[in-house]
C-alpha cells in the first residue's frame, strides 16, 4: 500500500518537482495544496487517509503553521522544508524534523522514511 502524503509549497515548480519525486518514491501525493486554505481543506478531507506530510513553511505572505497544528491534532507526523534551517521555525515548532532547501531526491527519502516510521507504516 502506498504511503499517502501531503505536500505543500506555494511555488509550482518546486512542488511539482517535489511530486515526482515523491511518486518515484512510491507515495501517493495529496495535493500540492498552494495556500493554508488549501492544505487545511485537504488535511479535514484526508486525515484518517494521510500517512504523513511536507510543509514549505513559508507560504506567499504566511507560513504553514495552522496547518502543522491541524495535522499534529489528528496524530499526523509531518516535516517542515525550509531554507533557513532551524533557525527559520518559530520556537514552538523547532521540534519538528526539517527538510533544509536545496535538498536531494536521498534527502527526500531519508525524511519520508523518518515519517512514516513515526506512523508505524512501512
Not at 506555494?10 to 501517493?28: H, I, K, N, R, T
Not at 496524530?75 to 527538510?99: D, K, N, W
Request: charged share 25%; glycine share 8%; hydrophobic share 50%.
Amino acid at each position: 500500500m502506498a504511503v499517502r502524503l501531503l505536500l505543500v509549497d506555494d511555488d509550482p515548480m518546486l512542488g511539482l518537482l517535489v511530486a515526482d519525486w515523491l511518486s518515484e518514491s512510491g507515495c501517493e501525493v495529496v495535493g500540492p495544496a498552494r495556500t493554508v486554505k488549501a492544505a487545511l481543506d485537504l488535511v479535514e478531507k484526508e486525515r484518517d487517509a494521510l500517512d504523513a506530510a511536507l510543509l514549505d513553511v513559508a507560504l506567499d505572505r504566511g507560513n504553514s503553521y495552522p496547518v502543522a497544528d491541524a495535522l499534529a491534532l489528528y496524530g499526523v507526523p509531518f516535516a517542515f522544508v525550509t531554507g533557513h534551517g532551524l533557525g527559520g521555525l518559530a520556537p514552538a515548532y523547532r521540534e519538528a524534523p526539517i527538510l533544509t532547501k536545496p535538498f536531494q531526491f536521498d534527502d527526500l527519502q531519508r525524511i519520508i522514511d523518518r515519517l512514516v516510521a513515526v506512523r508505524g507504516r512501512k
